[in-house]
Every structure is written in C-alpha cells, then in structure tokens.
C-alpha cells in the first residue's frame, strides 16, 4: 500500500486579457472593447469513498491545473479552467513542504466530501476596456493573467481504525484479523509475510468497530529498522490497542517490552493507549501447558493477560468483547461536553495599510494587491508604467513608500517584479 507521496502542485495561470476597439459599421470611433481573461484553476485535494490509498498520486511528480481562456474582443471574458481535483481516502493529512523554513500541515482530511485547495488558480488579466477613462478613452494596454501558486506538499495516509494489532512479527495478527472479519490478509509461516496494514469490521453485539493488522514491530522500529516507520503513523489514529505475543516465544515479556519501547519512542500519544494483552497459540500443547506461569509472570507486572487462539478461534470472542467494552466507554467519554462555558471567538479586524520592507536601498512592497497588479501589468511600455503608478497613488502605495524614504530612482520590488520609483 502506497500511504505516502510527495508532490509539486500548481494552481493554473490566469488568461491574459486583450487589446480591441469596437469596428462596426457606422460607429467611427467605437472604444475599448477587451475582455478580460479567465481564471486559472485551482489544485484540490478530496477525499472519494473511491480511493483506498495513495498509489495513482503517487505515479506523477508534478500536477498542474488547466490555464485560463484569453479574453475576446466585444467584451468578451475568457473561459474560467475547471479545477483539478486530487482524489485521496479518508485518513490523509496534507503538509506543505519549504525549502529554507519548516513544514505547515495544512489539512487533516478524515471525511468523505472534505476538500482543501493546496495550489490557488491566477487571476485572469483585464482587458483594455477596463483602463477606460473620460480622460483616457483609448487605453492600448491589458493585463497579462496572473501566474498561479505553486507548492510542494507531502500526502500522509493514516488508517481510520478503531482498534490496532501490534506484536512482533509472526505473533498472528493477521490469522486473529481473519477470524474477526471478512479481510483476508496474506499469511504465511515466516516474519513480515504482511507488507501493508489491512482493515477489517468487526461486529459485537450492537457495536462495530474497525481494526487494523499493523505489520510486525521490531527493535528499532521508531528509527525506521524493519517497516516501522512505515506503519507505526496507522496507529496515531486508534484509540485501542491488542498487543498479541506469541505464547511459544521464549521470552514473551521481552517481546512486550520491546513492541512498548518501540511505541513509547516513536510518541505522539500512541504509548498511552489503552491495551489488551492477549497470549496467542494456546492451542499449541507446550502454550497450554505455561499458562499458570505465564499469567504469573504477567501479574508481577500488574497485567491481566487474555489468551487465545488465533487458528482454532478458542478464546477470541472474548477478546473482542473485552474491546468493544473499552471503545464503548472512550466514546462515551470523547461525547460528554466540556464543562464550563465556551469561550467566544474573538473577530480582529484584517490588518490595513501597505507594508513596506527596506534592506540595503531596496524598497520590497508586502500587499497582495499591488503585487498581483505589478505582476500582470506591461510595465515594459509607458503606457503600463504610467496606469500603474496611477493605481499605486490611489491605493497609497505611492505614500507609503515615500514615508519608508524611497525617492525616485529606487528599486522597488513587488513580487516578481523589479522598477524604478517615480515621483
């Protein structure tokens, strides 16, 4: 099973909007008349019932959503791209991954439908009809379509289950999954004959749970030895665990101790969940023959073991009942409101004012707005120059700058793009 990938997304580039004058018959001076572009599309990540795990995301390093259309004259607006949409199962967490800073989660996706947009579609540009004015009724210029977002994110699958089997390997987890459910794991007489985590439903009484068969845990597993790193982020999820040892093993305990180490190290809470211990094989003569010894042992450590057999099924429903018992009281737990009040969520109003960043003669402007303007301006003719620099006296940008010391000659950086400071 392919639970984890890393890629590049990219939201589509706007489309460019387009210089046009109206001609019609008998109109000699039709004005502007160009539409704007469409919008790019977005990347989006949701979960479909469809989707069991990560391997078709996984065949692509890049994706990238559909551009906008080009703007048409007669006003004309281009067409908006559809957004391209990532599908991926429940239990997917999404992380965005920086070069030069730390990683930010971005989403924890753990129900049908949930979406979140992980790379924004540009903008499209305006066309020349928008730059009209009763001073200037000719604009010739129109605005490049924004370019869109980019992002590398890492997508993480981490089972929904209710209830994990842990053990070394070769201790029967899979054999106990396919007496509880209708999962049929691969087994086999030999450790790691399970190379992924499978599912199964269990029903006991009125309840159902879910439970997941975690491959075998070895020493080191937190460090990523055998498939441990692998797998140990499937039981992040569950609020059980059956920790099965092998009742032939010579030393049970230590194999206890081991998986627990592994747990305890690896953190993130997983080492303080509720276990049941349960001692497998008992139908094996030389296990039945240990049992005072082994529930001896196993009391000195103040544990109360069950035992089973996973291959007769002689033990195994007691086992479940002793599972669903213990969900039953977490759910009845996580249910119960806190007590006391609420607190209010408090509204700030959104920052205002332009922000404006010096360092060694350069001036560097911080507003969404006039960046995505600068980007998709023809600044390299006058006309660009001089529309935008009007827009920036407007939106006071052109103040704020002047108050950060800039004079004209300066460099001013606004995104992507490099200019000089006019007065």
Same mark, same amino acid.
């Given at each position: 099973?392919?639970?984890r ?6 939201g589509?580039?706007g489309g ?5 004058f109206r001609r ?7 004005g ?7 919008n790019?599309g ?6 479909d019932r469809s ?13 990238? %959503?559909a551009?906008?259309g ?7 607006h281009?067409?908006?791209a ?16 920086s ?7 971005i989403?924890?996706?753990t129900e049908?439908g949930q979406r ?7 903008a499209?540009?305006?066309g ?13 210029i129109a ?6 977002n980019?992002?590398?994110?890492r997508l993480?699958l981490?089972?929904?289950?209710d209830?994990?089997?842990?053990g070394?390997?070769n ?13 049929r ?6 450790p ?8 199964g439903?269990?029903?006991?009484g ?5 439970v ?6 070895i ?18 999820r569950?609020?059980l ?22 747990l305890?190290?690896?953190g993130?809470?997983i080492?303080?969940r509720?276990?049941?211990?349960v001692?497998n094989?008992?139908d094996?003569?030389?296990v039945?023959?240990?049992?005072t010894?082994?529930?001896?042992g196993?009391?000195?450590r ?5 035992f ?7 033990g ?6 002793a599972?669903?018992?213990?969900l039953?009281? %977490? ?20 920052e205002r004012?332009?922000?404006?960043r010096?360092e060694?003669?350069v ?7 006039a ?23 407007r ?7 002047k108050?950060a ?8 950086i606004l ?7 006019q007065?």
């Amino acid at each position: 099973m392919i639970d984890r990938v890393e890629i590049v997304v990219h939201g589509g580039n706007g489309g460019g909007g387009i210089v046009s004058f109206r001609r019609e018959k008998y109109v000699p001076r039709g004005g502007p008349d160009g539409g704007d572009g469409g919008n790019g599309g977005d990347v989006v990540v949701q979960v479909d019932r469809s989707v069991r795990h990560l391997k078709e995301l996984g065949r692509r390093r890049i994706y990238r %959503a559909a551009a906008g259309g080009k703007g048409g004259s007669a006003n004309k607006h281009g067409r908006n791209a559809d957004d391209l949409v990532l599908k991926v199962p429940a239990g997917t967490q999404v992380t965005r991954i920086s070069e030069d800073g730390p990683e930010e989660p971005i989403a924890d996706l753990t129900e049908y439908g949930q979406r979140v947009v992980v790379a924004k579609g540009g903008a499209g540009g305006w066309g020349n009809a928008r730059f009209a004015t009763s001073t200037h009724q000719a604009p010739r210029i129109a605005q490049r379509g924004q370019l869109g977002n980019e992002a590398r994110i890492r997508l993480d699958l981490k089972l929904l289950a209710d209830v994990g089997i842990v053990g070394l390997p070769n201790a029967g987890k899979s054999t106990l999954l396919t007496q509880i459910s209708a999962a049929r794991p691969r087994i086999g007489a030999y450790p790691f004959t399970t190379l992924e985590p499978n599912l199964g439903v269990v029903d006991v009484g009125w309840d159902r749970f879910v439970v997941a068969d975690i491959p075998g845990l070895i020493e080191g597993a937190h460090e990523g030895a055998g498939l441990g790193l692998d797998f140990l982020r499937h039981i992040e999820r569950t609020r059980l665990m059956i920790h099965l040892l092998a009742g032939d093993s010579p030393d049970p305990w230590a194999d206890m101790d081991t998986v627990n180490a592994e747990l305890r190290e690896y953190g993130r809470g997983i080492e303080d969940r509720p276990q049941v211990v349960v001692v497998n094989k008992i139908d094996i003569p030389e296990v039945a023959e240990m049992r005072t010894e082994l529930v001896e042992g196993f009391h000195a450590r103040g544990l109360s073991p069950r035992f089973m057999s996973a291959a007769t099924g002689e033990g195994v429903n007691e086992v479940m009942i002793a599972a669903a018992e213990i969900l039953r009281d %977490a759910r009845e737990v996580e249910a119960v409101p806190e007590a006391g009040p609420q607190p209010l969520p408090i509204l700030r109003p959104k920052e205002r004012g332009v922000r404006i960043r010096h360092e060694n003669g350069v001036f560097s402007v911080e507003e969404d707005r006039a960046v995505a303007f600068a980007e998709t301006m023809p600044i390299e003719t006058d006309e660009g120059r001089a529309e935008l620099w009007r827009r920036f006296q407007r939106w006071g940008v052109t103040g704020a700058l002047k108050r950060a010391g800039a004079k004209p000659g300066d460099t001013v950086i606004l995104g992507r793009v490099e200019l000089e400071m006019q007065g």
